[in-house]
Structure formats: C-alpha cells, structure tokens
Nanobody, 117 residues
Framework: QVQLVESGGGLVQPGGSLRLSCAAS????????MGWYRQVPGKPRELVAA???????NYADSVKVRFTISRDNSKNTVYLQMNSLKPEDTAVYYC???????????WGQGTLVAVSS
C-alpha cells in the first residue's frame, strides 16, 4: 500500500517562507494526482494546491501567487513552496494522493505550519 510521509512544517514569522515535502512509497508515482490540503480546528479540510500527473496545477484563491506546488517523479516527491506566509495560513497541512486508475486515495499524517510573530 502506498504511504505518504510529510516534512517541512514548523513555526515561521509573517512574511517568511517554508517548503513542505511529501514522499510517496511505490514505483508508479508518476501516474498519481497529488495535492496539499490544510485544516484548522473546527473547520473542514480545504484544498490548497493540486498537481496532476500531467503537471497541471490548481490553487486556492487565498494562496495564488504566494504558493507553488511541484513534483519530482524521480524522487516520488511533491513539494509546496510557501512564500509571504500570513497568520491565516496557520493550519495542519496534509498531503493527498489519488490513483486515477484504481480510485485509490491516500492521506499523509499531516504537518503543522504555524505563522506567528
């Protein structure tokens, strides 16, 4: 079974940057659609950014221009570069994988991003 391991979260000051990484096990990473979601207590999980196997990308309006999603298929890894961070970006960020062939969906364990002075 595919597993996702996230890293890169932490505490950062407003205006700062962080890069999240999500490494997937398995050998067919290139076919997966990948995404980053975030969740704060009491609110539903929301899509932040997504990238398809064909490298098409989609962003939430609140992060457009500031965040960039990318993937390195040779490393089975998807990244989320977050710039100009704001306190409202504080959340637990989750990596998501969708296998379009078998309909498999996998979530990472989550990594906390805290933006505060």
């Amino acid at each position: 079974q595919v597993q996702l391991v996230e890293s890169g979260g932490g505490l950062v000051q407003p205006g700062g940057s962080l890069r999240l990484s999500c490494a997937a096990s398995g050998s067919i990473f290139n076919i997966y659609d990948m995404g980053w979601y975030r969740q704060v207590p009491g609110k539903p999980r929301e899509l932040v950014a997504a990238i398809t196997s064909g490298r098409s990308t989609n962003y939430a309006d609140s992060v457009k221009v500031r965040f960039t999603i990318s993937r390195d298929n040779s490393k089975n890894t998807v990244y989320l570069q977050m710039n100009s961070l704001k306190p409202e970006d504080t959340a637990v960020y989750y990596c998501n994988l969708v296998d379009p062939i078998y309909g498999l969906e996998v979530w990472g364990q989550g990594t906390l991003v805290a933006v505060s002075s």
